[in-house]
């Protein structure tokens, strides 16, 4: 009997928890209901926890692809108790991205990205913070040479830099990541910081760590829970704090950068990097009380350009040379061309790619298949929006599914294979298409789309001019799929060999 009244007064306090949980879920739901009432369809949540546990965390874009097949181009899910609208499909994609631009183009208020910056910098920030940033970021990139020779000056000096390093493994194997992140790393340096590093230099290796950690979290199951249920998450210790500390160190290096020219700036001189630029614009605007133009704007902003710049572009390159190794006949026709038209006396040059369509198409069907951002960084609504029959209330968060026009089989000759004819006409010239939407759409589109694209030609071109890269197993056990398929697609680690041609 005893045991019977313990047991009872300890069932007691879990059953009131329960009703008073159920109770706060229920009165939510009707708030829900009144207040997204007219959200598109979607799978139905859980209590609390919303469709996580539907999801697969390690490749959530594929359980959204089959959703968009039963709901539509436009459906929800609940991440936890908030909605978050998908939007599927080329023709959906450019009506919303592109045709309602204003209205889709806030930027969620995504926890980790959030943690990280607080909510500043060109990348996380919304309205007039984003709009006044965006125009200054790509007017002084611009001045700085994207899209420019000055730019594929440095692109070509670090790819020399990288080619050296890479022959100096003669007959061994390596891992070409660390050379490739540096290389790409060496280039946004040169633009935010007015120069290169050494390899070794250990403000280098920060920079290059803290941008690896972060895209490690941010793709794993573990940073899909952090964003869902932040609160919870990040009540545990380990790696997801290693990097926030990490991040903090590396900001805390670009400030000591920031510093360093404050005392020496002078206002009468061309700016001679990105941060001279904006501490320009301080000044100028250092007696307007709502300026943006600002120190955590600032050093927020860099780390935008290092985290986006660095981590795709390297991505990029390291799965090119895994497909070449996958399919050798692509790699020896991409070196024919290379011979034909640049030789093997000189680095390429981004004015031979019009001479090149071979390889043009190589380098945009790798991007096409590798789909390194599935779902793109997420958007906010602007206002409450009428889209189709539905009303999607201001501040919801969506996704743009990149991933349903990249794999479209009515859009791509052959969607799940890796095929340069998908960029390719009928006479072997290179045929673009606007559903190659890698780069994503809309005012939200890549900042940086103008150098990667330089980057990714000389850098690819340059490696296949010297080297025949060549795998160390058989054809049909080289794995082309990423490791990682979360937020973003990151390639597998290899190592290989780079035959010096003769």
């Keep these: 009997m005893d045991v019977l009244i313990a047991l009872?007064?300890?069932?007691?306090?879990?059953?009131?928890?329960?009703?008073?949980?159920?109770?706060?879920?229920?009165?939510?739901?009707?708030?829900?209901?009144?207040?997204?009432?007219?959200?598109?369809?979607?799978?139905?949540?859980?209590?609390?926890?919303?469709?996580f546990f539907q999801i697969n965390v390690k490749e959530p874009y594929k359980y959204y692809l089959e959703l968009s097949k039963k709901h539509g181009s436009v459906f929800?899910?609940?991440?936890?108790?908030?909605?978050?609208?998908?939007?599927?499909?080329?023709?959906?994609?450019?009506?919303?991205?592109?045709?309602?631009?204003?209205?889709?183009?806030?930027?969620?208020?995504?926890?980790?990205?959030?943690?990280?910056?607080?909510?500043?910098?060109?990348?996380?920030?919304?309205?007039?913070?984003?709009?006044?940033?965006?125009?200054?970021?790509?007017?002084?990139?611009?001045?700085?040479?994207?899209?420019?020779?000055?730019?594929?000056?440095?692109?070509?000096?670090?790819?020399?830099?990288?080619?050296?390093n890479i022959s100096t493994f003669g007959d061994s194997t390596f891992n070409p990541r660390h050379l490739i992140n540096k290389a790409v790393c060496n280039v946004i340096c040169s633009i935010m910081f007015g120069q290169r590093f050494e390899t070794d230099d250990p403000q280098f290796k920060l920079m290059i760590e803290a941008v690896d950690d972060y895209f490690n979290v941010l793709s794993s199951p573990l940073g899909q829970a952090y964003n869902i249920f932040p609160k919870i998450v990040g009540f545990f210790p380990g790696f997801l704090h290693d990097m926030f500390s990490t991040v903090e160190k590396a900001k805390g290096l670009f400030k000591l950068q920031t510093e360093a020219r404050m005392k020496t700036l002078d206002p009468s001189s061309p700016p001679k990097d990105f941060i001279e630029a904006f501490l320009l614009q301080m000044e100028a605007e250092k007696h307007n009380p709502n300026t943006e133009f600002h120190m955590n704007?600032?050093?927020?902003?860099?780390?935008?350009?290092?985290?986006?710049?660095?981590?795709?572009?390297?991505?990029?390159?390291?799965?090119?040379?895994?497909?070449?190794?996958?399919?050798?006949?692509?790699?020896?026709?991409?070196?024919?061309?290379?011979?034909?038209?640049?030789?093997?006396?000189?680095?390429?040059?981004i004015s031979d790619r019009q001479k090149m369509p071979y390889t043009d198409a190589v380098i945009h069907e790798v991007q096409r298949n590798m789909d390194i951002a599935p779902t793109a960084i997420p958007h906010k609504m602007i206002n409450d929006t009428k889209y189709k029959n539905y009303?999607?209330?201001?501040?919801?968060?969506?996704?743009?599914?990149?991933?349903?026009?990249?794999?479209?089989?009515?859009?791509?000759?052959?969607?799940?294979?890796?095929?340069?004819?998908?960029?390719?006409?009928?006479?072997?010239?290179?045929?673009?298409?606007?559903?190659?939407?890698?780069?994503?759409?809309?005012?939200?589109?890549?900042?940086?789309?103008?150098?990667?694209?330089?980057?990714?030609?000389?850098?690819?071109?340059?490696?296949?001019?010297?080297?025949?890269?060549?795998?160390?197993?058989?054809?049909?056990?080289?794995?082309?799929?990423?490791?990682?398929?979360?937020f973003g697609r990151i390639p597998r680690c290899y190592e290989c060999y780079a035959v010096h041609r003769i």
């Design 8 to 51: 009872q007064a300890n069932i007691w306090p879990v059953f009131i928890t329960a009703v008073v949980l159920f109770l706060i879920w229920k009165s939510r739901s009707k708030e829900n209901q009144r207040k997204f009432g007219r959200l598109p369809p979607g799978p139905a949540p859980a209590p609390v926890v919303g469709n």
């Design 76 to 164: 929800t899910l609940w991440f936890g108790s908030s909605p978050v609208v998908v939007i599927s499909g080329y023709g959906a994609l450019k009506d919303t991205m592109i045709g309602m631009g204003n209205e889709f183009s806030g930027r969620a208020n995504y926890p980790l990205l959030m943690k990280v910056t607080n909510g500043y910098g060109v990348l996380v920030s919304s309205g007039e913070r984003w709009k006044q940033l965006r125009r200054f970021s790509l007017s002084t990139l611009k001045h700085f040479g994207m899209g420019r020779h000055t730019i594929e000056d440095k692109v070509k000096e670090e790819t020399t830099c990288l080619v050296q």
């Design 297 to 349: 704007n600032l050093l927020n902003t860099i780390w935008n350009m290092f985290s986006a710049a660095i981590e795709t572009t390297s991505s990029t390159i390291r799965q090119s040379l895994l497909l070449m190794m996958k399919h050798p006949n692509i790699q020896v026709r991409v070196q024919k061309e290379i011979d034909e038209v640049v030789g093997r006396d000189r680095c390429p040059s």
């Design 391 to 486: 009303l999607i209330p201001k501040g919801t968060m969506v996704l743009p599914l990149l991933s349903s026009v990249l794999s479209d089989p009515e859009l791509w000759k052959n969607p799940d294979s890796f095929d340069p004819n998908n960029f390719l006409d009928k006479e072997g010239q290179f045929k673009g298409s606007d559903a190659f939407v890698v780069f994503g759409m809309g005012k939200r589109a890549c900042l940086g789309e103008a150098l990667a694209r330089v980057e990714l030609f000389i850098m690819f071109t340059s490696l296949l001019q010297r080297f025949t890269f060549r795998a160390t197993q058989p054809l049909e056990e080289i794995d082309t799929t990423p490791a990682v398929c979360s």
